[in-house]
């Protein structure tokens, strides 16, 4: 089985740090991936980490994933609302895929309530800032290794 995870990221998260601190944080896109890719290592995975503000991109990393991944991280942002374009591509991957949101989206306004992706996502990790991404690392990993060990 593959060791890589992909970590894919949707529009306007390049701008994490500059971008509404007061709600995401002030750490950076950067510091994320790094985070990530010590948590991945810790547990013996590889890591992917993408961004992108293109839907397609996003769809077509999701694509790629299908041959070369063992799980997802998404952090779709704004795509989360409005993209079943997303959630299709989701629906053809079929290994663990967890969702993340930096922010409650739950006390946000009310059209971010609802998500196309979490119609696929084994888990969703929202409101635990840029934590969520380890977190998500940390549960993807326990669920394939519990799958490997079977």
């Known amino acids: 089985m593959s060791r890589i ?13 500059k971008r509404q601190p007061h709600i ?3 750490e950076t896109l950067a510091d994320v991936e790094a985070d990530c890719r010590r948590v991945a290592k810790e547990h013996g995975f590889e890591l992917r980490f993408h961004q992108s503000n293109r839907e397609y991109e996003i769809i077509d990393w999701i694509h790629e994933a299908r041959e070369a991944a063992c799980g997802i991280v998404i952090n779709p942002a704004a795509f989360t609302h409005t993209s079943v374009a997303i959630l299709d591509a989701l629906n053809a991957f079929e290994a663990p895929i967890i ?25 969703v990790i929202a409101g635990l800032g840029t934590q969520g991404y380890t977190l998500a690392l ?13």
């Open 5 to 17: 995870i992909y970590v894919l990221n949707g529009p306007n998260l390049n701008l994490l740090g």
């Open 24 to 26: 995401y944080g002030h």
């Open 99 to 123: 969702e993340v949101h930096i922010s409650n989206v739950h006390k946000r306004e009310e059209f971010r309530h609802h998500s196309y992706v979490s119609l696929r996502a084994d888990g």
């Open 138 to 150: 940390g549960r993807l990993a326990h669920l394939l290794n519990k799958a490997d060990a079977k």
